[in-house]
């Protein structure tokens, strides 16, 4: 897999881990277009495949000192934009999943547009009760219920324990759960009332 690619010396491995430029401009050129064709084959949409090298490279910088050696920073590109694509995958299947389920679901016997409720509605409910959310309980609820992390991932990625992201995850659920059928019970009552 790597045999046509060209590896950058040692010592300008040393410049790129102390930041040099004009030798990460010299890693960007030299496996930018392969990681393109391999997400773009992943994938089929050219957006998605260059946000992953693009995400791939960000994270090359920043974790530049930690790589072992020139020979590293190929694979090391490769798994992220692999990551990133598996992500974006994943977070489009349940996507796909909620909308069927809500669709399948959802049944509204009523014409009276004050009386529909639709998943706009839905959408701006759930922001809404984000916004009422802790700050971090909100951030970690919005990368694994929407963006589709893992736990493990969203622990490092935040810095805390995978037993907190799952704490904060279920407490975040709860106060949603709760709210919403607080919304709908409201809803339900008032629509037979008004029968």
């Known amino acids: 897999m790597t045999q046509h690619l060209k590896n950058i010396s040692d010592e300008e491995f040393v410049a790129f881990q102390n930041g040099d430029s004009l030798i990460f401009r010299k890693v ?6 392969i990681l393109c064709r391999f997400a773009f084959s992943f994938c089929k949409d050219e957006e998605i495949a260059r946000d992953a090298v693009q ?3 960000v994270k090359l910088y ?16 490769f798994v992220i934009a692999k990551r ?6 994943r977070r489009s299947v349940i996507e796909a999943k909620y909308k069927k389920e809500f669709s399948d679901n959802w049944k509204e016997e009523s014409n009276s547009t004050q009386e529909e409720l639709t998943a706009k509605d839905l959408q701006s ?3 809404s009760m984000l916004l009422h959310l802790p700050e971090k309980q909100r951030k970690v609820f919005q990368l694994n219920k929407l963006d589709g992390y ?5 622990a490092k990625e935040m810095g805390i324990s ?7 995850v279920v407490s975040a659920s709860k106060k949603i759960k709760l709210h919403l059928f607080r919304i709908y019970q409201f809803v339900f009552l008032f ?5």
């Open 150 to 154: 893992s736990y493990l991932e969203i």
């Open 162 to 168: 995978k037993n907190t992201v799952k704490n904060q």
């Open 84 to 89: 990133h694509l598996f992500r974006v995958f």
């Open 191 to 195: 629509f037979f009332i008004s029968q």
């Open 125 to 127: 409910a759930l922001e």
């Open 55 to 57: 995400e791939s490279y």
């Open 62 to 77: 920043q974790s530049r000192n930690d790589l072992d050696g020139p020979a590293a920073i190929y694979p090391f590109l």
């Open 28 to 33: 960007f050129d030299q496996y930018q277009a």
